[in-house]
C-alpha cells in the first residue's frame, strides 16, 4: 500500500478545483469553466480508483489512515481512514461528481463557475464525513456539506427555491445541535476526540440512550426517516437536477452512515434498547410512505418519496442485527446512489425540453424519444426493485434478513416491493406510454450523445450491481461481521 495520502487527495483536489473556479469569476468563458470543473472531477474520481484495487478484503480494521494534529491542545486531529462500511460511499461519491459535471454542461447558463465549484466543494466535504476519524472532524465535515447544497438550490433551483433552501438548512442543522453536545460529551467522558476511542469506552445504559437519542435527531433527518422527512420533496422539487442527483445518490447517505459509525458501535446497548423504536419508523416509511408516492402528479416528488421508503430498508437492515440485513443495507445504500440518481437524470432530461415535471403534460415520449425510453425503463424496473438490477439484491437480503429476526416484520417489508412497482410502473405508463399527449412532447429530441452516455454508464453500474455484486459484497462482508460482534457485546460499566 503507497504512502501517497489517497483520502487527503480525494478531500482536497475537487475543494481546490472548486477555490479555483470561484476565482475565476463570473465573467470567465463559460467552456472554460466547464473544463476545470471536468478535470476536477475526473481527477478527484481517479485518486479513489486505488481504495478499490489496494482494500485489504480480510480485515476489519480502518486502511488507507492518515493522522496530523490539528488542535493539539484539545487533542483534536486531522485523522482519516476508511474501511468496509466507508469505502464505497467515497468511491460512489467521486463517481456521482463526475456525473454531475457532465449533466450541467448545457442546461446551466447562468454563473456556471459558481454552479461547477458548489459541486466540487460539496465533493470533497461529503468524502471527507465518509473519512474522518475524528469526532469533531466528522461534525465539521457534516455541517459544511449544508452549505454548497443550500446555495446550489437557493440560486439555481425553482421558483420556490428560497423556501426549500431555508427549510432544507433549518431541519438538518437544527438536528445537529444534539449531536454537537454528545460529541463534547463523549470527548469530557474519555479525554479524546478519536472516534474508535469511543466505541470502545463503557458506558451506563441511561448515558447510552441520550447519546443515541442525540445522534437520532441530526441522522434521522438527513436519512430522512420519517417523520422528519418533510424536507426532501420539497427540496427535491425546487433543486436543479445536479442538486437532486446529488442530494439523492450521496447526502441521503450521511445519516445512514452515522448510525453505522455513531449510532450503533457507540451506544450498542440502547440501539438493541431502542430496536423496536427504529424498526417501527422503519416500516411506516417503507410502507406508508410507499403510499404516499402512489398518488404523487410531480414526478421529481414521486421519486422523493420513493427515496424515503427506500431508506427505511437501510434503517431497517440497521435494527434487525444480523449479517443479511445489513448486508441488504449498505447494498441499499450504494445502490439507491446509482438508481435514484438516474432517475432524476431521467426527468431531468424531460425537463430541459418540455419545462415541466407533471406526469400529466407527458405521454407518449417513446414515439419521439425511443433511446431515453428504454433507458428510463431500466431505471424505473430498478426503482421497483426488479431481479438482475442492483435494486432488488439490497432489498432481497433486507426482506431475507427481516424474515430471520420475524416473520411478520419481513412480510410487512415484502409488500413494499408491491408499492415499489405500482408507482415505478405509473409513472412510467403515463410518461411513457399512449398517444403523445401535447405539442411539446411532439417536439422531442432523442437522447445527446453526452445524455445517452451518461445514462449508459449509470445503467452499467446498475447492472453491474444487480448481476454481480460480489465486488461490494467481499468488501463490506468483514466490517459488518465486526460490527455484529461489537455490537453483540454490551458496553455497560
Avoid at 476536477?40 to 488507507?64: E, W, Y
Avoid at 442530494?247 to 450498542?268: E, Q
Avoid at 427481516?402 to 415484502?414: D, E, H
Amino acid at each position: 500500500m503507497s504512502s501517497f495520502p489517497i483520502l487527503s487527495a480525494a478531500i482536497w483536489i475537487p475543494i481546490l478545483f472548486g477555490l479555483v473556479l470561484l476565482a475565476m469569476g463570473k465573467d470567465s468563458q463559460a467552456s472554460s469553466v466547464r473544463g476545470v470543473a471536468l478535470l476536477g472531477a475526473v481527477l478527484g474520481f481517479l485518486v479513489t480508483l486505488p481504495l478499490f484495487f489496494d482494500f485489504d478484503r480480510s480485515t476489519a480494521a480502518m486502511q488507507f489512515v492518515e493522522m496530523r494534529p490539528w488542535i493539539p491542545a484539545l487533542a483534536v486531529n486531522y485523522h482519516l481512514g476508511v474501511d468496509g462500511l466507508s469505502v464505497w460511499l467515497v468511491l460512489l461519491t467521486a463517481f456521482i461528481t463526475v456525473i454531475t459535471v457532465i449533466a450541467g454542461w448545457v442546461s446551466i447558463t447562468e454563473r456556471v463557475a459558481q454552479y461547477m465549484a458548489s459541486f466540487l466543494i460539496l465533493s470533497g466535504l461529503m468524502i471527507g464525513v465518509f473519512c474522518a476519524l475524528d469526532g469533531l472532524l466528522f461534525y465539521v465535515f457534516f455541517e459544511a456539506t449544508l452549505i454548497p447544497m443550500y446555495v446550489i438550490i437557493g440560486v439555481w433551483g425553482g421558483p420556490n427555491r428560497v423556501y426549500a433552501a431555508f427549510k432544507f438548512f433549518l431541519y438538518t442543522l437544527a438536528g445537529s445541535l444534539l449531536t454537537l453536545v454528545a460529541i463534547i460529551w463523549l470527548y469530557i467522558e474519555s479525554g479524546s476526540f478519536a472516534i474508535l476511542d469511543w466505541h470502545r469506552l463503557p458506558l451506563p445504559l441511561d448515558a447510552q440512550i441520550l447519546l443515541f437519542v442525540g445522534f437520532l435527531l441530526a441522522f434521522a433527518v438527513k436519512v430522512p426517516m420519517w417523520p422528519v422527512h418533510t424536507w426532501l420533496p420539497d427540496a427535491h422539487v425546487e433543486a436543479p437536477t445536479g442538486g437532486s442527483v446529488v442530494l439523492a445518490a450521496i447526502m441521503l447517505k450521511l445519516g445512514c452512515y452515522g448510525f453505522l459509525r455513531f449510532s450503533l458501535p457507540i451506544a450498542p446497548d440502547a440501539s438493541h434498547e431502542l430496536a423496536g423504536f427504529m424498526i417501527v419508523l422503519s416500516l411506516v416509511a417503507v410502507v406508508y410512505i410507499g403510499l404516499v408516492a402512489l398518488i404523487q402528479p410531480d414526478m421529481k416528488k414521486l421519486v422523493a418519496y420513493s427515496s424515503v421508503a427506500h431508506m427505511g430498508f437501510v434503517t431497517l437492515g440497521f435494527f434487525i442485527f444480523n449479517q443479511i440485513g445489513m448486508q441488504g443495507a449498505l447494498m441499499q445504500m450504494i445502490s439507491h446512489g446509482f438508481v435514484s440518481g438516474a432517475m432524476f437524470l431521467c426527468i431531468g432530461v424531460m425537463y430541459d425540453r418540455v419545462h415541466s415535471r407533471n406526469i400529466a403534460d407527458y405521454g407518449g415520449v417513446v414515439n419521439t424519444m425511443p433511446k431515453f425510453a428504454a433507458l428510463f425503463m431500466l431505471f424505473s424496473m430498478a426503482n421497483a426493485g426488479l431481479p438482475a438490477t442492483s435494486g432488488f439484491i439490497g432489498e432481497f437480503l433486507v426482506i431475507l434478513g427481516a424474515v430471520q429476526y420475524n416473520f411478520w416484520i419481513g412480510l410487512i417489508t415484502a409488500s413494499a416491493l408491491i408499492w415499489g412497482a405500482g408507482y415505478s410502473l405509473w409513472m412510467y405508463k403515463r410518461v411513457i406510454f399512449g398517444p403523445i399527449a401535447n405539442e411539446n412532447v411532439a417536439k422531442m429530441q432523442d437522447l445527446s450523445s453526452r445524455e445517452f452516455w451518461i445514462l449508459v454508464a449509470m445503467a452499467v453500474m446498475v447492472l453491474g450491481m444487480g448481476v454481480y455484486p460480489r465486488p461490494v459484497t467481499d468488501m463490506t462482508d468483514v466490517s459488518i461481521g465486526a460490527l455484529l460482534e461489537h455490537v453483540s457485546v454490551s458496553k455497560i460499566k
